[in-house]
């Protein structure tokens, strides 16, 4: 799915993208990551940097940690806490970039 969205965004260069990370509601605290903040943060980071790999150019990339603050369900099972532990990709038209329509 991401290796589309490189080739799409390699494509139009108006694209603009948000990098959303996402936890399920359980607690952390490890020295790498002291609570959902970080790990939803460095999951999205991640996604950028593979990005960034492929040729996109960082100033293109935004990059949000949400941590369990927007589940997509409810974290009521290991399975709907499976679908909230998420990165999500927000394609958008850069409105003030040469050519673009809005």
């Known amino acids: ?3 589309k969205v490189v080739a799409i965004v390699l494509n139009r260069q108006t694209l603009q993208l948000e990098v ?4 399920d509601d ?3 605290s490890t020295a790498e990551f002291p609570s959902n903040w970080e790990l939803s943060a460095a999951r999205a980071s991640r996604v ?3 990005l960034i790999e492929k040729g996109v150019h960082p100033s293109r990339i935004a990059v949000e940690g949400f ?3 927007r589940p997509r369900v409810a ?3 290991p399975g ?3 679908e909230n532990r998420r990165v999500e990709i927000r394609l958008y038209q850069n409105a003030q ?3 673009a329509t809005p």
């Open 26 to 28: 359980r607690p952390i």
């Open 80 to 82: 709907s806490r499976r």
């Open 48 to 50: 950028a940097r593979y």
């Open 20 to 23: 959303r990370g996402h936890t």
């Open 97 to 99: 970039a040469k050519g």
């Open 75 to 77: 974290n009521s099972n």
């Open 1 to 3: 799915m991401v290796k």
């Open 67 to 69: 941590a369990n603050h």
